[in-house]
């Protein structure tokens, strides 16, 4: 069975740094490689929202308010995309998902919170 595991949430100090993982589980390298995968966040009370994509080209977009703060990245060896977040905000408080496009996949997600 296929699915996306996330890891590496936390709690961080503004300012902190944290390292989000998505490892595709049972997912054939075929698929993997030339999927565009994606991170997603949703706050309290707010609409999901993408952080930050990946295609298979390595080709990557970025959400404006993470831009310079975030880093996406794609091990396709691991079958793991990793998001590495730097000069954390309050506002990046959420649950952050991660999506695999052709497979229209979701994670369980993976609590983000930072503290003042």
């Known amino acids: 069975q296929v699915r996306l595991v996330e890891s590496g949430g936390g709690l961080v100090q503004a300012g902190g740094s944290l390292r989000l993982s998505c490892k595709a589980s049972g997912m054939i390298l075929s698929v993997f490689s030339p999927d565009t995968i994606g991170w997603y966040r949703q706050a309290p009370g707010k609409d999901r929202e993408l952080v930050a994509t990946?295609?298979?080209?390595?080709?990557?977009n970025y959400h404006d308010s993470v831009k310079g703060r975030f880093t996406i990245s794609k091990d396709n060896t691991r079958r793991t995309v990793n998001l590495q977040m730097n000069s954390m905000k309050p506002e990046d408080t959420a649950v952050y998902y991660c999506?695999?496009?052709?497979?229209?996949?979701w994670g369980q997600g993976t609590q983000v919170t930072v503290s003042p």
């Open positions: 990946i295609t298979g080209r390595s080709t990557t």
């Open positions: 999506y695999a496009t052709t497979s229209q996949l």
